[in-house]
């Protein structure tokens, strides 16, 4: 029997549709596919393209001891560093321990190594940290860090990571040491971007040599005797990095520094017994800076004048909140480098709870 052209016509109109909804839903598929796979393969690629790059960090933690008794410790750690390879990095930082119980404070140095294992979306890591710890106070000058750990980074913007840390840290010193476990969370930027090289560009680096004139304090403690402490010899060394205000000539940023003194104590009894000894220590501050330069009133459009303020923390014999003014001369060399002469007062911490102000001297280069 014959079938009829109008049927023969409608099942071949079904044909062609549904080979079309089957061709439709296929490239569809493909396509996500594609897709899929081209966000994975740039997200491989963005790993890869590390190599090379400048990462700065800063991280926030927290270690408690494994003994009984032993508490625990606050840390700040910012870190600077390079990623040799895709998968190797190594930074150099700083930063400030705080006990729990806000008693003592140390300042450490360290270098880290760092390997990643870049996975989709995610880069697990394992880290390890060793460096040496400064005690702003107390017996001692510090103490040897070890700190292996493990870890992983979450990309939450361009060139910035968020990541977490796990680990273990094993102190070093005469008689002993602390076991203590620990993590940390913080912050990374890669210079990848154009954006962050830029800004880094536009900051005012500053290395100065500064000299503390001496000062003296008597206890008010011990009872039928005086102990007189000279703090003189205080001699260190400061770095800024201050970023442009959009007030000309007006720079804001940061300041750190590290310096060792001599502690010359004169004990007497009044019945005519002294006993006098030295001491070597150090102190660190760790600041904020404000600094303006009158350009506008340059000498040969090369001397200059300009005031700074430095507040934060500085830590002698023990750390307290510090204001430091200073007023200097500014001699200009090539490009927007030049030779800094300053003269400031500064805060500090004494013995026996005493604070004490003194003249700072400082000797620079900005660039």
């Avoid at 880069?123 to 000058?141: A, K, N, R, W």
């Avoid at 000539?249 to 003194?261: E, F, K």
């Avoid at 490009?335 to 620079?364: F, P, W």
Wanted: net charge neutral.
């Amino acid at each position: 029997m014959a079938i009829p052209y109008y049927n023969n016509t409608v099942r071949l109109q079904r044909v062609i549709y549904i080979c079309t909804e089957c061709r439709d839903a296929a490239f569809i598929k493909l396509s996500k596919l594609y897709n899929e796979k081209n966000v994975w393969a740039l997200g491989m690629s963005a790993q890869k393209d590390v190599k090379g790059t400048t990462e700065f960090g800063i991280n926030l933690g927290y270690d408690f001891g494994l003994q009984s008794g032993g508490g625990g410790f606050f840390s700040l750690q910012p870190e600077f560093g390079k990623h040799f390879t895709n998968q190797f990095y190594l930074g150099v930082g700083t930063g400030a321990y705080v006990d729990d119980k806000f008693n003592s404070v140390s300042i450490p140095a360290f270098v880290r190594a760092q390997v990643d294992f870049p996975m989709k979306g995610i880069t697990p890591y394992v880290s390890l940290q060793g460096g040496y710890d400064f005690f702003t106070s107390g017996e001692g000058t510090g103490w040897g860090r070890i700190n292996p750990s493990i870890g992983v980074k979450v990309p939450v913007g361009k060139n910035v990571d968020f990541n977490v840390g796990f680990g273990y840290t094993r102190t070093i010193m005469d008689g002993g040491g602390m076991d203590m476990l620990g993590f940390k969370a913080g912050l990374s930027f890669n210079s990848n971007g154009s954006g962050f090289s830029r800004f880094l560009k536009t900051l005012d680096y500053s290395i100065e040599l500064e000299m503390h004139t001496p000062m003296t304090v008597t206890s008010r403690e011990i009872v039928n005797e005086t102990d007189k402490v000279k703090f003189t010899n205080m001699i260190g060394a400061r770095f800024s990095a201050l970023a442009p205000l959009p007030v000309e000539n007006l720079y804001a940023g940061l300041s750190v520094g590290v310096g060792r003194s001599t502690e010359k104590h004169t004990f007497d009894n009044h019945n005519g017994i002294q006993d006098n000894f030295d001491e070597s220590g150090m102190y660190v501050n760790a600041m904020a800076r404000v600094k303006y330069k009158a350009k506008q009133i340059a000498i040969a459009d090369r001397v200059y004048p300009f005031a700074q303020v430095d507040a934060g923390v500085d830590a002698l014999y023990d750390a307290i909140f510090s204001v430091q003014p200073a007023v200097g001369v500014s001699i200009a060399t090539k490009g927007d480098h030049s030779i800094d002469v300053s003269l400031g007062y500064a805060t500090k911490r004494l013995d026996y709870e005493q604070n004490k102000g003194c003249m700072r001297i400082a000797v620079g280069y900005t660039f």
